[in-house]
């Protein structure tokens, strides 16, 4: 286990409206508000979109599952913001149905909004983590470390 204490700062409420491709709405939102680490919840619809729903087959580095889909789907997720080597990065994860189908993964490449998203950010300040490439699982990963604390903080 690694971890590493933070502040709740800001809190922003965003609209994504529809057309507009969620990813890279929040991605530019983020980057212009200066929000290096946080959260992000988020629910509404999405017209189409792909998703990892889990490797091809349980080894590491693992081989990613993607699946598309399309035609309005309800969407419920959560994303996380850490710096990475070229400013924030944004990790999503959402749960996707329409109908009887649903599908549970990381979103990637693209989402396009279906009349709107609304996501509330939770900047997270004074924490001290950063993603980095991990040889084994072939993947950035969050490396936090523990704020050292001074002796009127214990």
Request: proline share 8%; aromatic share 8%; hydrophobic share 35%.
């Amino acid at each position: 286990m690694r971890y590493s204490e933070g502040s709740l700062g800001r809190v922003f409420f965003v609209r994504v409206d529809h057309g507009e491709d969620m990813l890279g709405t929040l991605r530019t939102f983020i980057a212009e508000q200066g929000v290096s680490t946080g959260i992000i919840h988020f629910i509404g619809a999405l017209a189409e979109g792909r998703i990892v729903t889990g490797p091809e087959k349980p080894v590491l580095p693992p081989e990613p599952s993607l699946q598309s889909f399309s035609g309005g789907w309800d969407v419920l997720g959560i994303a996380t913001i850490t710096p990475g080597p070229h400013g924030p990065h944004l990790h999503y994860h959402a749960s996707a149905g329409r109908g009887r189908d649903a599908l549970t993964g990381c979103l990637r490449e693209k989402a396009g909004t279906f009349i709107i998203i609304e996501a509330v950010v939770f900047e997270i300040i004074g924490t001290d983590i950063r993603r980095r490439y991990d040889p084994i699982t072939g993947m950035d990963l969050p490396f936090p470390e523990p704020r050292k604390r001074s002796a009127g903080n214990q």
